[in-house]
């Protein structure tokens, strides 16, 4: 029985990990949308668009809103260049397509993650576990090993974000469409490299910070059932 609380404690750790790290994602990329007007002004996207900030940001709004599925469609008529013109291209409806799927995918992974924790702390009680102990020792087992894996991307990242941005394409999409020519394509001059690695340092920071909190209140609640047990 003690090594199935002690799977169910590593099980619950992991799901409340990737609980904060989807949750992170949407938190900067939904919860302040002021923070794409200052990524627009940082690198010029305006004057790159030949576009008003409010023209981009309704870009914007609609294409996020197309992301987490509450659009059909990603079709946004506005004036760009001088010209009413739909700012989306088929390639970039085709590779958005993509990565609504993967949004999505990552949304539906947070539920599950959410369920699994669930099921996961109601046997740890039904089956009297060492509450306190299980889950604060299982969390710092799962944190080192999610530490390990976050240090080593966060270090590649920070030598060279393109190679790390490229991998992560070549990951996830079995295709080249995602490559676009800026001479040609809207949406890659209004999403610079450089607005996605300012973005991932931003989830990061949260993702860590969260991590952090967790830990504190593990280390604290393993000294407490040790006070408890040396009383």
């Given at each position: 029985?003690?090594?199935?609380?002690?799977?169910?404690?590593?099980?619950?750790s992991?799901?409340?990990?990737?609980?904060?790290?989807?949750?992170?994602?949407?938190?900067?990329?939904?919860?302040?949308?002021?923070?794409?007007?200052?990524?627009?002004?940082?690198?010029?996207?305006?004057?790159?668009?030949?576009?008003?900030?409010?023209?981009v940001?309704?870009?914007?709004?609609?294409?996020?809103a197309?992301?987490?599925?509450?659009?059909?469609t990603?079709?946004?008529?506005?004036?760009?260049?001088?010209?009413?013109?739909?700012?989306?291209?088929?390639?970039?409806?085709?590779?958005?397509?993509?990565?609504?799927?993967?949004?999505?995918?990552?949304?539906?992974i947070?539920?599950?993650?959410?369920?699994?924790?669930?099921?996961?702390?109601?046997?740890?009680?039904?089956?009297?576990?060492?509450?306190?102990?299980?889950?604060?020792?299982s969390?710092?087992?799962?944190?080192?090993?999610?530490?390990?894996?976050?240090?080593?991307?966060?270090?590649?990242?920070?030598?060279?974000?393109?190679?790390?941005?490229?991998?992560?394409?070549?990951?996830?999409?079995?295709?080249?469409?995602?490559?676009?020519?800026?001479?040609?394509?809207?949406?890659?001059?209004?999403?610079?490299?450089?607005?996605?690695?300012?973005?991932?340092?931003?989830?990061?920071?949260?993702?860590?910070?969260?991590?952090?909190?967790?830990l504190?209140?593990?280390?604290a609640?393993?000294?407490?059932?040790?006070?408890?047990?040396?009383?």
């Open positions: 029985m003690k090594k199935l609380q002690w799977a169910a404690g590593l099980l619950l992991f799901s409340v990990i990737a609980i904060l790290l989807i949750s992170s994602f949407e938190i900067v990329m939904y919860a302040d949308f002021s923070v794409y007007q200052k990524e627009y002004e940082k690198y010029d996207v305006l004057d790159e668009l030949d576009m008003d900030m409010e023209d940001m309704y870009v914007t709004e609609e294409m996020m197309y992301l987490r599925g509450d659009r059909d990603l079709s946004v008529v506005t004036t760009v260049e001088g010209k009413e013109q739909d700012f989306f291209n088929k390639q970039d409806r085709f590779h958005m397509g993509e990565v609504r799927d993967l949004f999505i995918g990552g949304l539906n947070r539920t599950g993650a959410v369920i699994v924790s669930l099921i996961c702390l109601v046997f740890l009680i039904a089956s009297k576990a060492r509450l306190k102990k299980i889950l604060a020792r969390y710092q087992i799962a944190l080192g090993i999610t530490g390990a894996a976050v240090l080593f991307i966060g270090a590649a990242a920070i030598i060279d974000f393109n190679a790390v941005f490229v991998q992560f394409h070549h990951i996830f999409f079995d295709n080249d469409l995602w490559l676009f020519d800026p001479a040609e394509d809207y949406m890659i001059r209004m999403l610079p490299e450089g607005l996605f690695a300012d973005m991932v340092l931003r989830i990061g920071v949260l993702f860590i910070a969260g991590l952090l909190i967790l504190i209140i593990s280390i609640a393993g000294r407490f059932q040790k006070k408890m047990k040396s009383d």
